[in-house]
């Protein structure tokens, strides 16, 4: 198995035990049967199960939310993980990366080393800008949609019904729009490892690299 297989094998898992982990989190929070003892939260001293917890009506917006934020920080943290390993081979951008901590940098160092304008990996992007518009919403501006949301955010929101009816402008991001995050992201890394395979057959990616 060459370095390309493991690494996209790697992806795979880590996306997979990833959604695990916040679906199997979801469920313990909102109370699913189907989760063991529900959920204990553990202080110094005293245990407090679920049931004694109380759950405000707008907790599920909360949870839901925070977990969004999760998913796409995973998504942007195994971003960072592939360009730390395609500068391997382009020794020019190794410093530049070294002070990069925004997704779009990693997309403009990307850019200029593969051609990623093909139409599934641009297409993939598009998406994953939205979901960044929409966990900045979340992170900077407590899930209120501001006026400057792009159009575009704002039309994916109430098309998908993440805009709660009460309250226009409030973000309630469902199970779905989670795993969308991961899968898209994981497709469009997927997509761009194979990419880079392609523009250079020799680089670390190959059977042969280093040998």
């Given amino acids: 198995m ?20 916040i679906q199997l989190a979801i469920d313990a929070v909102m109370g699913s049967t189907g ?22 009506p707008f907790t599920p917006s909360i949870i839901q939310n925070s977990f969004f934020v ?16 395609i500068v391997t081979d382009h020794s020019a951008f190794k410093r530049k990366l070294s002070d990069m901590d925004k997704v779009y940098q990693y997309h403009s160092l990307v850019l200029n080393i593969i051609p990623i304008s093909q139409p ?4 993939d992007w598009k998406r994953l800008v939205m979901y960044r518009e929409i966990r900045n919403i979340i992170v ?14 704002k039309l994916a929101l109430a098309l998908d ?16 729009m989670i795993k969308e ?5 994981l497709r469009f890394l997927l997509n761009l490892i194979e990419l880079y395979f392609e523009s250079y057959p020799e680089g670390i990616f190959s059977d042969n690299f280093n040998s």
């Fill in 120 to 123: 599934v990996i641009s297409e």
């Fill in 181 to 185: 995050v991961l899968d898209v992201g």
């Fill in 2 to 21: 060459n370095y390309k297989q493991q690494f996209s094998q790697i992806l795979n898992t880590e996306f997979s035990n990833c959604e695990k982990s």
């Fill in 35 to 56: 989760v063991k003892d529900r959920l204990s939260i553990h202080k110094e001293v005293d245990t407090y199960s679920l049931e004694e917890v109380q759950i405000y």
């Fill in 161 to 176: 019904t993440h805009i709660d009816p009460d309250n226009l402008t409030l973000i309630k991001i469902s199970n779905n």
């Fill in 140 to 153: 900077h501006h407590n899930s209120i949609v501001p006026g400057n949301t792009t159009s575009k955010t």
């Fill in 70 to 85: 999760t998913a796409y920080s995973f998504f942007e943290y195994s971003f960072r993980k592939f360009c730390e390993i």
